[in-house]
């Protein structure tokens, strides 16, 4: 091959480009930021935007994050219709916080109606790193791509201890049944460590998802109820309206 056959990329963009996209993505954290510095310790719940409510997965996401809601946690998810309406419903029904940080796309997503409070967020990275900063544990329903990659995502960030060791619960075995076996077969590739997946849960179990919550998030981080701070007006800040039946965070 000549020189010229193999230089076919287009290489570097203008620098002016580069410049207003690195700004326009500092605005996007920022506004994220803003909206949601108040929301408190969440718990958030990945899932398909595609299970429509009365699906098996649809109430079980409903049952369960209105059992986390119930401990104290804000309902964080990503906003949209499926399993994300179904877990900011359930924590909506018990007085418990319900927010979104919903993706900006050209069709199929929109707010739901049960969010207290939300942000729309139109680059994937910025939302993936909201979802994950704010977030004490993290649930995995059945989903698709989306869904693997807000996961996997959380777990490079804790197998690598760029965030704290957060519990995740990964629900429902039989969809998730070749992930398991995938993971199983990863370790003993020898490409993750053999201790990897204590990183986890799986389990069909309102309960023992409830209770593994708890015991590695409120009593492993010692979360307890804080003075409500003051917000910046100057910041765009709005302090937090709590729901008339909010429940408090117990600690055992």
Known sequence: MTKSEIKFLEGPQSRRKDFLFAFKVMLEFIKGFRALHFVGPCVTIFGSARFKDGHPFYEKTEELAARIAQLGFTIMTGGGPGIMEAANKGAREVGGRSVGCNIVLPHEQHENPYLDKWVDIKYFFVRKTLLIKYSYAFVVMPGGFGT???????????????????????????????????????????????????????TDSVDEAVEYIKKNSIAKFKLQHETPRKPFNWLWERAWKEPAQQQEIKGN
């Open 148 to 202: 693997l990659d807000e996961y996997f995502e959380a777990l490079t960030l804790i197998q690598t201890k760029m965030i704290l060791e957060f519990p995740i619960v990964i629900f429902d075995t039989e969809f998730h049944k070749q992930l398991i076996e995938h993971i199983d077969a990863m370790r003993d590739a020898g490409t993750i460590s053999p201790e990897d997946p204590n990183l986890f849960l799986f």
